[in-house]
């Protein structure tokens, strides 16, 4: 597995792309710096894009990457997935025909660019040979993550969320080759990050003690620019692991 980093930070700063993770160029976890981080060419190999939430910062290129296939003259489907709550937002908020066209119904519903498919809780599909299963987190909106899985070799992958003690005692047992979860703020403000459905590292960790095994690697994303110093500071108290804040523009393998 490669996963390309197009954008893995918790705000929208010069330099720093939104959160964006596209496996072997065809499978996009999360679309919030997809269209300015990949040329045309790559955005046209896109099948499949797993949305964690509907948060704008999540879902902000998905008009985009529309708008750039027609004009590409694309003329397969690009699936999105994620359960109803998630798909419900963006057809209400986003492709609604007023802030954006609904490119699920363009030029027709049967021939649309986008196509919206509803991911039940914990129930896996296959997409390109991967097996991908649906984990509800814990945020403000309705949210998840996902479990991916191929040949014996596994990550899991969660925009935003708070502590998840539920999801993670399921999946206490699992051996992950990767885990790539958000660390938003530091530990000084544990009760803003709460508050708001996030993690500081403090809270993080004391999660992963649930697990039986540890993930191999940590990937840290969704870091707010701000205080990245302060959380970088937090993250050395967990040397015991291997932890990495991520940037745009890396390639994770696993």
């Known amino acids: 597995m490669r996963i390309k980093v197009l954008g893995a930070s918790g705000s929208d700063v010069p330099g720093r792309k939104l959160s964006s993770f596209l496996l072997n160029s065809k499978i996009l976890f999360d ?3 997809v269209t300015g981080s990949l040329s045309l060419k790559a955005q046209q190999k896109i099948e499949h894009i797993f949305i964690t939430h509907a948060h704008l910062d999540h879902i902000r290129d998905i008009p985009f990457l529309a708008d750039n296939m027609i004009l ?6 690009i699936n999105i997935f994620s359960i109803k709550e998630v798909v419900d937002d963006i057809k209400k908020h986003l492709l609604n025909h007023r802030l954006w066209p609904d490119f699920t119904v363009i030029p027709n ?9 509803i991911l039940k809780e914990e129930g896996f599909i296959r997409v390109n040979g991967y097996r991908i299963t649906a984990y509800r987190m814990n945020h403000t909106v309705p949210a998840v993550g996902y479990l991916v ?13 708070g502590s998840m003690p539920e999801t993670w ?3 206490a047992d699992k051996h992950l080759d ?8 530091p530990n000084t403000m544990k009760d803003l990050a709460i508050k708001t459905g996030h993690l500081t590292a403090q809270l993080l960790f004391e999660d992963l003690m649930i697990f039986n095994h540890p993930p191999e690697k940590i990937f840290i994303t969704h870091v707010k620019p701000f205080y990245r110093h302060e959380i970088e500071r937090d993250l050395k108290g967990y040397s015991r692991y291997r932890v990495k804040i991520l940037n745009g523009g890396e390639t994770i393998k696993i």
């Open 72 to 77: 590409g003259g694309k003329s397969k489907q």
């Open 169 to 171: 005692k399921k999946l």
């Open 149 to 161: 899985e191929k040949d014996g070799k596994s990550f899991f992958y969660t925009g935003d969320t």
């Open 31 to 33: 679309a919030g710096g």
């Open 178 to 185: 990767a885990l790539i979860i958000e660390v938003s703020f």
């Open 109 to 117: 519903a049967h021939e649309s660019i986008l196509k919206v498919k």
